[in-house]
């Protein structure tokens, strides 16, 4: 079930929709909303509500009562904390926090303007401030809409201490607020109220009867920009774009138009394919892997790729390209399978209606987006769509396509050898193994919200966990990074170890999909033995608890000369004694370092 | 139209269709409050594109009124029941 990027929602439909869902039995696991507001924020709930069970959360949405922000938050026993939520959003409306920025700004002199900008910050620095103290919740922070008539007529907007130019400093300076915290973020209000207009987003009508601020369509808008840092909270946002390719990329048919009939370039009409190429290559720019599933004679298309002029993407832009006369369905699941990730990290685009509703009957994880009639829609359809927002940007996004590229090289070579092990020499495959520090704590706690499959415990660990780790006595935090001949593929293992005074416990222990199965473990799980015996630790227990993907990992100790020590349907619990002598690891690595 | 018009009233107050009667009033749905009357306006101007002045949208608190107000908008309303 999806809804159609920006269709409007049908508001009394979706309300009944909301109550019919809410009413039914089901396991979806439950996502608490807490809203502290000092506006009439209600109408947003069923929009809310409906998106939520539509991502497949159970919607537990808490309001606080009007205007009492800053009360609620002070107040550790107050029910906004009884409701232990996961998303905080603090809704603070201008005109009702400052009346003298918002209805008396020409009546203000420079100091007082200066002294109530200070004011606001600090309202905002402490409610934060005390929030993150008493709540791990994601906060979200609405910035500032600037008005729509500045006090001062067009010469207000001349000056950098009138009204709209004091207002989107105020918006700067939150930015660096939230900088300042972990897990806290801006809803930019003013950036929503801008694309659909003042007259759009703000209700008169309703703020003076009953200080409901927005309209019916900024509402909607608004939960449709909660629903972004919810999906990517929540690990729900999407890593992979697939693409058709006629009609998609270019203007036309390609096996009937041939290479110089496509519509590509710089003017009309192949202007809305190149705009649209040039959105998709900075989705690449951002991390965001990019797939083909094109029905056409293969050779013609990369001839596209390769030759013509004008084209943005090119052939090593894009993870995959399955150009081919198979249905859509059976090539999006084996670029599935041969990415190694789930099709609900897919958003496949498509100008053919039919192959759109294929795909979205067959795959309905896979968020299918039918292109319209008109190309010079596309670019915006795709900005607009929102499923690849992530919450961090890291040095490995950057060149995540480059590594999938790398990973098929390899896969590619392999036939060619006979022996594993000669392959795997071939390889020349260099790790090391270093202690956390502050440049890898980010990574290192991406793996641990990430990796679902080779990891012993799941246990999903936040930066300021894993800097916690770091920093105490008590714990071992290590990487692994991986490098061959076809790349450098970064980190892709850790490893949290826990100390008692006897024994050495392995609170985490995973490692990237990319990497199993070429011995890594053997070399990670050897420096995890050899830290604990470093560590003076007599015995190492190695823990598995069972999750929903990891269930290949369930004797992972066990093979490698662990005792079972105790087992129940949810965990096992394994032992290794570290007088024993520690096992060898595979002799085809180049190297082994470790720190 | 009347029948559009109770069928969004009884999506939005979350009751059968058939209760929204010609008399439904605060009185006669327990659940029809200010704020699930503001959803019941938004929805209104929304499936039949109009907009309420603030004045009507505090008076047209019980069908028949929401009926009048609609006709004034130019809203083709059928018969009654």
């Not at chain 1, 300076?173 to 109220?193: C, H």
């Not at chain 1, 608890?545 to 020590?565: C, E, I, M, S």
């Not at chain 1, 129940?568 to 082994?592: H, M, T």
């Not at chain 2, 029948?3 to 327990?30: H, L, R, Y």
Request: glycine share 6%.
């Amino acid at each position: 079930m999806f809804t159609e990027n920006n269709a409007e929602l049908n508001l009394s439909e979706i309300i009944q929709k909301v109550d019919l869902m809410e009413q039914a039995k089901n396991d979806l696991p439950p996502l608490k909303i807490a809203f502290l507001h000092n506006i009439m924020i209600d109408p947003i709930v069923p929009y809310l509500k409906f998106l939520c069970f539509e991502e497949g959360f159970y919607p537990n949405i808490y309001l606080g009562d009007y205007d009492n922000v800053m009360q609620s938050i002070l107040d550790v026993e107050s029910s906004f904390y009884r409701h232990q939520a996961d998303i905080v959003v603090l809704c603070v409306k201008l005109e009702n926090l400052s009346e003298k920025l918002f209805q008396s700004f020409t009546s203000l002199s420079v100091s007082e303007v200066q002294e109530e900008s200070d004011r606001i910050l600090g309202y905002f620095e402490q409610a934060i401030g005390e929030i993150r103290k008493h709540s791990k919740a994601t906060i979200l922070v609405h910035n500032f809409e600037i008005l729509a008539y500045p006090s001062f007529g067009v010469l207000d907007y001349q000056c950098s201490s009138k009204q709209i130019n004091t207002i989107r400093q105020i918006n700067l300076k939150l930015v660096d607020l939230i900088n300042k915290y972990e897990n806290a973020f801006i809803v930019d209000l003013d950036l929503l109220q801008s694309n659909v207009g003042y007259h759009n987003f703000i209700d008169r009508r309703y703020w003076q009867i009953g200080k409901l601020p927005y309209t019916r369509q900024a509402t909607e808008v608004l939960a449709k920009e909660y629903m972004k840092f919810i999906r990517a909270r929540m690990g729900k946002n999407r890593k992979c774009l697939v693409l058709d390719c006629d009609n998609t990329l270019w203007g036309g048919i390609l096996g009937e138009d041939g290479i110089g009939g496509i519509k590509i370039g710089k003017t009309y009409p192949g202007i809305a394919y190149f705009e649209f190429q040039q959105a998709i290559l900075s989705l690449y720019h951002r991390g965001i892997l990019l797939a083909i599933c094109s029905k056409n004679n293969e050779a013609d298309v990369l001839e596209v790729f390769r030759d013509h002029p004008e084209m943005v993407l090119r052939e090593n832009h894009f993870a995959i390209l399955k150009i081919n006369w198979k249905d859509k369905v059976a090539n999006l699941k084996e670029i599935a399978d041969e990415l190694n990730i789930g099709l609900d990290s897919f958003v496949f685009m498509d100008d053919s209606e039919f192959e759109a509703n294929m795909v979205k009957n067959c795959l309905p994880q896979v968020k299918t987006v039918s292109l319209p009639n008109d190309p010079t829609l596309y670019r915006d359809i795709l900005n607009s769509l929102g499923f690849f927002d992530s919450l961090a940007f890291s040095e490995e996004d950057k060149v995540r396509s480059a590594m999938y590229q790398a990973e098929a090289q390899r896969k590619k070579v392999k036939t060619q050898f006979e022996d594993l092990d000669e392959y795997y020499r071939y390889l020349e495959i260099e790790v090391d193994i270093c202690s956390a520090d502050e440049f890898s704590v980010g990574r290192i706690a991406q793996l641990t919200q990430r990796t679902n499959q080779f990891n012993l415990t799941t246990k999903r660990y936040t930066e300021t966990d894993i800097k916690s780790f770091n920093h105490s006595p008590e714990h071992a935090v290590l990487y692994l990074k991986y490098k061959d001949r076809f790349g450098d593929a970064g980190i892709v293992g850790v490893v949290i170890l826990a100390y008692t005074a006897e024994y050495a416990l392995i609170d985490t222990f995973l490692l990237s999909c990319r990497v199993i199965g070429r011995g890594i473990e053997d070399v990670l799980l050897k420096a995890c033995l050899e830290r604990a015996k470093k560590a003076n630790k007599q015995t190492i227990c190695g823990l598995y608890l069972k999750g929903k993907k990891n269930g290949q990992v369930a004797d992972f100790y066990r093979k490698r000369g662990f005792t079972l020590d105790s087992q129940d349907e949810n965990e096992a619990k394994f032992g290794f004694s570290l007088e024993k002598p520690i096992f060898c690891v595979p002799a085809y690595f180049k190297a082994i370092r470790t720190q | 139209m009347d029948n559009q018009v109770k069928k969004i009233m009884a999506q939005v107050f979350n009751v059968p269709e058939g209760e929204i009667t010609d008399n439904a009033s605060p009185d006669t749905i327990s659940s029809w409050d200010s704020l699930k009357h503001v959803n019941l306006v938004l929805a209104l101007e929304q499936a039949f594109g109009v907009s309420f002045e603030a004045s009507e949208i505090v008076e047209m608190l019980n069908y028949k009124l929401i009926l009048l107000t609609l006709k004034e908008k130019g809203v083709e309303i059928g018969g009654a029941g």
